[in-house]
């Protein structure tokens, strides 16, 4: 089996909230930066332009690159990074826009805290609850999910610190002016379907 059928196999695709935990990084972050900026970048020169290791560097840009949002290509005895998304991934395309903006804007920090907010399926499915019926009570979005009001209430003060939901009477609903980042993330966990978005634990 190669590499590529690897990357894009069933229990390793690329979804909403796998992809933001790659994201979610400031050393990935900052790798995704310089390859944007200076596209067809080496190894070694990201490396240098991040502090980091080339060893760590080569290992967050084959992250990257398994969502999606990076192409290797050889060019003799150098393999160059280039921002171009992966025509299988079909959210790879709208996220790495949205990063693009986001990085060119907001400084890092922002950017991650921002991501944190989809790193969890349960969250995702708790957004996606309010985008079809909103606002709802704590009790209903607790028995919707399948999850203990104490779990529930951390995946609602973490989303609320990011200004992706707000408590609306006796219920909650989705923030109304959302960052242009988690508006792209809202928009494509809207489209995954249930089967591409696997709960976990709370």
């Known amino acids: 089996m190669t590499e590529r059928a690897d990357i894009h196999s069933d229990d390793y695709r690329p979804t909403i909230w796998r992809t933001c935990r790659v994201l979610a990084n400031p050393h990935r972050l900052a790798c995704l930066r310089v390859v944007i900026d200076s596209p ?17 560097v080569s290992m967050h840009l ?3 690159q398994s969502r999606g949002l990076l192409h290797a290509s050889r060019e003799s005895r150098w393999v160059r990074y280039h921002p171009q998304p992966d025509p299988l991934v079909p959210s790879a395309y709208p996220i790495l826009a ?19 907010a989809f790193t969890h399926p349960r969250r995702l499915t708790l957004l996606r609850c309010l985008q079809l019926s909103a606002p709802l009570p704590e009790e209903t979005l607790s028995g919707t999910l399948r999850i203990s009001p104490p779990a529930l209430w951390r995946h609602l003060r973490k989303l609320a610190s990011r200004h992706l939901v707000v408590r609306c009477g006796e219920g909650w609903r989705l923030h109304q002016r959302p960052s242009r980042l988690a508006e ?19």
């Open 40 to 56: 067809a970048s080496s190894v070694d020169e990201i490396a240098a332009l991040t502090h980091l290791p080339p060893n760590k």
């Open 62 to 64: 084959r992250a990257l």
């Open 98 to 116: 949205a990063m693009r903006v986001a990085l060119r804007l907001q400084r890092d920090p922002e950017v991650l805290r921002t991501l944190t």
């Open 184 to 202: 792209t993330f809202l928009t494509l966990i809207a489209l995954e379907t249930p089967m591409n978005a696997p709960a976990a634990a709370p």
